[in-house]
């Protein structure tokens, strides 16, 4: 079959959860979703249990864009699902750059970050419409953003994170405590410090702080210890990402293999990469 489109999206990790003070921040890991349009009869897409391609076709064709008449969806991906890795807006990024792909719409990346957030919250997949995840899944480095303002709008802060850099990623199995907005609204004055970190330019401080946020808002003590003891074992930051359970930890090369062995030793799947860079969030055309 032919290939109409293709569009990747990077998955990401949280800097600041977007459910404690109203404001987002993620950036975005060297883990990719690459989605291809092709020709043929459309068939169920097996990895997408949640429809958000339903979600994201409904909303592109609502605003009146161009699709084809007869495609289906193929997807490959290495971003888990469900462990706070931005995987839905990984999906639903790569999936609209597809679309922009084969319908030569070129749309912008602001209004590919606005038709994500509105296609997560039509899938329900979002308590928070997902902003600052959009914005780590099509670019690089961090931006501190308001969600209930436009993509164009959105970004109150950004900036970089030095290079060279490894990401250590924890994996721990399903949630146990599903997110609530009760849970976090109740733990406000715990997300002003990783806020406080972003606006003093200090991403890898905010990683820390908000993991730590978020590990109380969600009772997951055991994430407590696991990035703990990491950043006692040589890890410059530690935080659980998204509303978790995956843990990620940032540390120097030189540290990697003793804090994936850590890991190991502590039952975690684990997943070694990097920050994304301007040439790893790329749209491919066909």
């Known amino acids: 079959m032919s290939v109409l489109g293709v569009g990747i999206a990077n998955g990401g990790i949280s800097l600041l959860h977007a459910l404690g003070l109203g404001k987002g921040c993620s950036v975005g890991i060297d883990l990719t979703t690459r989605v291809s349009i092709v020709e ?3 068939r169920e897409v097996l990895e997408d249990k949640k429809r958000l391609l339903d979600a994201v076709i409904s909303v592109w064709t609502s605003e009146g864009l161009p699709s084809p008449d007869e495609y289906c969806w193929e997807i490959e991906s290495n971003v888990p699902i469900g462990q706070g890795l931005k995987s839905s807006s990984a999906l639903a990024c790569a999936a609209l750059r597809a679309l922009n792909s084969v319908s030569w719409t070129g749309l912008s990346d602001n209004e590919i970050a606005d038709l994500a957030v509105s296609a997560q919250k039509l899938a329900k997949c979002t308590l928070t419409g997902s902003m600052d995840d959009a914005w780590a899944s099509l670019s690089s480095g961090w931006r501190l953003v308001d969600p209930t303002l436009p993509a164009s709008q959105s970004v109150l802060l950004e900036g970089l994170i030095e290079d060279g850099l490894q990401v250590l990623i924890g994996l721990r199995g399903g949630r146990k405590n599903p997110p609530t907005i009760e849970n976090f609204s109740g733990n406000k004055h715990l997300f002003e410090r990783p806020l406080a970190s972003l606006v003093s330019g ?15 808002s969600t009772e997951d003590f055991e994430a407590l210890r696991i990035c703990n003891h990491s950043i006692a074992s040589g890890a410059i930051a530690a935080g659980v990402s998204g509303s978790g359970p995956a843990v990620a930890v940032v540390c120097y090369e030189s540290d990697l293999n003793k804090l994936a062995e850590l890991f190991s030793d502590w039952g975690l799947g684990t997943i070694c990469t990097r920050f994304s860079d301007s040439e790893s969030v790329v749209e491919e055309v066909h």
């Open 40 to 42: 043929g009869p459309n």
């Open 202 to 216: 200090s991403p890898l401080e905010a990683l820390s702080s908000n993991g730590m946020a978020v590990a109380a």
